[in-house]
């Protein structure tokens, strides 16, 4: 059981390069969301998933997309990278939606740099 | 929309102090989480408080969750070198599935 795994772990791009983070976990969990961390500022909700077809827009979610085809993978895509994207980024998971238990479980993150 | 606020924003305290953070909402919540995020690590899930007026206690930890479920409060008791790292809360509202974190305490602890 690996939790909520993460890819890559450190990426550097160029300013309107594409690429993928991917998200991947184990625990048959219903709900994946997307994070980014920058000093100061917390945590801050880019994109979620309530399950498989299913994504929604949270705080910060202009410059990336997201799709889930399985329960299992919430990739999130920069289209055309840009400086400003520079930050952590982490994906977390939750089993229930409901019911007073929705504790998410995070990944290690991946750090990205944009330049 | 939605925001979620922390204070102190950074807290040095020598071990063996106490230690409190405080978390605001500008909407009424339905349940509030925290975390703790180690330097380097991610964050990982300490409790969630859910009634209004709820108190829980971890140990040396005690959570709080306002009458108005608006607010929240993270007290250490006797703080440990252990106890380093961010402290994060995390809002749920009812209706919709976003948890909003707050802008995060960070603290030191001086042995």
């Known amino acids: 059981n690996a939790g909520v795994t993460q890819t890559p772990k450190f990426q550097v791009l160029k300013t309107g390069q594409s690429m993928t983070l991917q998200c991947a976990q184990d625990?048959?969990?219903?709900?994946m969301s997307w994070y980014r961390q920058d000093p100061g500022m917390g945590l801050r909700l880019i994109h979620y998933?309530?399950?498989?077809?299913?994504?929604d827009q949270g705080e910060v979610p202009n410059g990336y997309n997201v799709s889930r085809s399985t329960t299992e993978d919430f990739p999130l895509r920069l289209l055309s990278a840009a400086p400003s994207q520079t930050s952590v980024y982490f994906c977390a998971s939750s089993y229930e939606l409901r019911g007073g238990n929705e504790k998410l479980f995070f990944g290690s993150g991946t750090q990205l740099s944009v330049l | 929309g939605q925001q979620v606020m922390q204070i102190p924003q950074y807290q040095h305290v020598q071990e063996g102090e106490d230690f409190t953070t405080y978390c605001n909402s500008s909407?009424?919540?339905?349940?509030i989480q925290w975390y703790k995020q180690r330097p380097g690590g991610h964050p990982v899930f300490l409790i969630q408080l859910v009634k209004s007026g709820e108190v829980k206690k971890q140990k040396r930890l005690t959570f709080q969750f306002g009458e108005a479920k608006k607010n929240s409060s993270l007290h250490i008791t006797a703080t440990q070198t252990t106890d380093v790292g961010t402290y994060f809360c995390?809002?749920?509202?009812?209706?919709?599935?976003?948890?909003?974190f707050g802008t995060g305490t960070r603290l030191k602890v001086l042995a």
């Open positions: 625990m048959n969990h219903e709900y």
């Open positions: 909407t009424t919540l339905s349940n």
């Open positions: 995390a809002g749920g509202t009812s209706g919709t599935y976003k948890y909003i």
């Open positions: 998933s309530v399950g498989a077809g299913i994504t």
